[in-house]
């Protein structure tokens, strides 16, 4: 049985919405509360019992959600309850103890100091598999059409092309939810670029806006990110910023550099891991690839399928892979 917890928290600087989400709500249901005995097969000791998952609303988070939660209920005999948290939310949920793994941590170094480092509440659970790029993008049409618009110096000779009624005398660089961590406006500023921000609102509002775009030949720059599986259908062109180096985005009010690459990892609640839960083993061993999660969020996304068919249709097509994420017989 999967529960889904839709308690509100504070809204974080950093959450992509995305509609993958509204696959992961509409397998919400109840279920026997009866303790979990785990499948035969499946190593004796501490059983998987309830395992809450915390589910960061982007298409991608959402396809590690449904894999993870799908082998955790039908290899593991667990229960699994998934929280629709920002991500601050779920560190905090960690820390309270209502969360017991994030499957998408980006960053968040002051958050691992803190939670891991001085307070002892977490643990890094290993990398995802999957790179993380953030940066400035706009459709493939106009970097064909003009050239040096690539080159960031280049931008305030085309802002007139970005104007709308929304951004009035300036031109308009799109974020997507209001709650997601960016540096745009900070770099905006610092950059002495001649632009404003205006919010699509969600993920798949910054997707219908960039594929508008490409479509109608419309001007539009703007904030994306992969792994996305947008980008395997329209190959938005990325704008580097001035090189990103350590430290160079430390003061959040001074940043005037490219945005960091992360490499994607797992966090778990010290109490939850250091229990011996075998689903806590699972997750620590579950990695994929870039074009293994654009699949599963692209089927939940395009294809509207629920998470639970999501993850069947590639668990059934990948046993090789998440055959080694299962505890050890």
Wanted: charged share 20%; with cysteine; glycine share 8%.
């Amino acid at each position: 049985m999967v529960t889904f917890d839709f308690g509100g928290g504070r809204l974080a600087r950093r959450v992509r919405a995305a509609a993958a989400v509204l696959g992961l709500a509409a397998l919400a249901g109840c279920g026997s509360t009866a303790a979990i005995v785990a499948p035969p097969g499946v190593p004796s000791g501490v059983p998987c019992g309830t395992v809450t998952i915390a589910n960061n609303p982007w298409a991608g988070y959402a396809a590690n959600t449904a894999v993870v939660a799908y082998l955790l209920k039908q290899k593991l005999g667990c229960q699994v309850v998934v929280k629709n948290l920002t991500e601050t939310d779920s560190w905090s949920g960690i820390a309270d103890g209502s969360v017991d793994v994030i499957l998408e941590n980006w960053g968040h170094d002051d958050l691992k100091k803190k939670y891991i480092d001085d307070q002892k509440l977490a643990v890094e659970l290993g990398l995802t598999g999957n790179k993380g790029i953030i940066g400035w993008y706009v459709p493939p049409w106009m970097a064909k059409k003009y050239p040096d618009i690539t080159n960031w110096k280049n931008l305030n000779k085309y802002a007139d092309l970005f104007r709308t009624a929304k951004s009035g005398d300036k031109g308009q660089f799109m974020d997507g939810d209001p709650s997601f961590v960016t540096n745009d406006a900070t770099l905006i500023k610092n950059l002495d670029l001649d632009y404003t921000v205006v919010y699509a609102g969600s993920e798949d509002k910054l997707i219908a806006a960039f594929r508008q775009a490409e479509a109608n030949r419309t001007a539009m720059i703007g904030y994306f990110y992969e792994p996305q599986w947008l980008l395997s259908e329209i190959k938005l062109v990325h704008i580097p910023l001035p090189l990103y180096k350590p430290g160079c985005d430390a003061d959040a009010d001074k940043v005037a550099c490219d945005y960091q690459p992360y490499d994607l990892d797992k966090i778990g609640r010290s109490a939850f891991v250091n229990s011996g839960n075998p689903a806590a083993t699972l997750v620590r061993n579950f990695q994929w690839t870039t074009a293994d999660q654009n699949s599963v969020a692209r089927d939940m996304t395009e294809q509207k399928l629920l998470a639970d068919a999501a993850a069947k249709r590639w668990v059934d097509a990948h046993p090789d892979t998440w055959q080694k994420w299962l505890p050890t017989r």
